[in-house]
């Protein structure tokens, strides 16, 4: 039993130093990142008013399940932060939820100020050796109006964002308070400061850069729309 609390105990110790370095801030480059910018508004004109009804029951279901259920947020984050080359396949099993999302946030987004500063909190350890660079998210990150929101835990790796794709879904999350802002996973940002003392935690300072990057903008060809999302955008 105390050979068996030791190797564990060194295990521990081993884990801990080898991640010191922490998690990357980078560019995300294994990410889904369709913005579907251009490739919709055709349907959208012939688009019935019961169907844009039905639309706004979509939007409304896919922010809710997101922001209620955490598996499948975890879940359907993973699979867009490293689902790059299965896009195009039914390898991805996230098309329809994906798609409703992004289409959710970009109508809200404009429907409010274009910039805001909003905020985010984790237990994860990042790499802070990253001023003046470039990265994204990768995934659909949710946060808040103030650093005290209860949409996200965790106290070892903060953000202070200032996000100009990210729109407020608050009125649609199953999560009952004001000031919910969900980030999309093309939006840039440029890493303008670490602090590894504040009181809060170690913060990471991030502007939008105001210029997606969207590798994958308009990927799906017209049978792949119709067989994954069985909405022609």
Wanted: hydrophobic content about 30%.
């Amino acid at each position: 039993f105390k050979r068996k609390n030791v190797f564990t105990f060194s295990l521990c110790l081993w884990c801990f130093k080898n991640n010191t370095d922490g998690l990357p801030l980078d560019m995300a480059t294994e990410s889904i990142d369709d913005m579907y910018d251009g490739c919709r508004s055709e349907a959208r004109r012939k688009e019935t008013s019961a169907q844009a009804t039905e639309r706004k029951t979509e939007h409304a279901t896919v922010i809710y399940m997101y922001t209620k259920v955490k598996y499948i947020q975890q879940t359907f984050n993973k699979a867009v932060i490293t689902g790059k080359h299965k896009y195009s396949t039914n390898k991805f099993k996230f098309h329809y939820f994906y798609f409703y999302l992004v289409d959710a946030i970009q109508i809200l987004h404009h429907k409010h100020k274009p910039c805001r500063t909003t905020y985010h909190r984790t237990w994860r350890h990042y790499n802070h050796n990253v001023i003046d660079t470039n990265m994204r998210f990768g995934g659909f990150i949710l946060t808040g109006l103030t650093k005290q929101s209860s949409v996200f835990n965790g106290n070892v790796s903060c953000f202070e964002i200032q996000t100009c794709f990210g729109a407020d879904v608050a009125y649609y999350s199953a999560t009952k308070q004001m000031g919910q802002v969900l980030i999309p996973p093309y939006e840039v940002f440029r890493i303008t400061d670490v602090l590894t003392s504040d009181s809060w935690c170690r913060v990471v300072y991030i502007q939008s850069t105001k210029i997606p990057r969207t590798d994958l903008n308009c990927k799906l060809n017209h049978n792949e729309i119709s067989t994954y999302l069985g909405y022609r955008c």
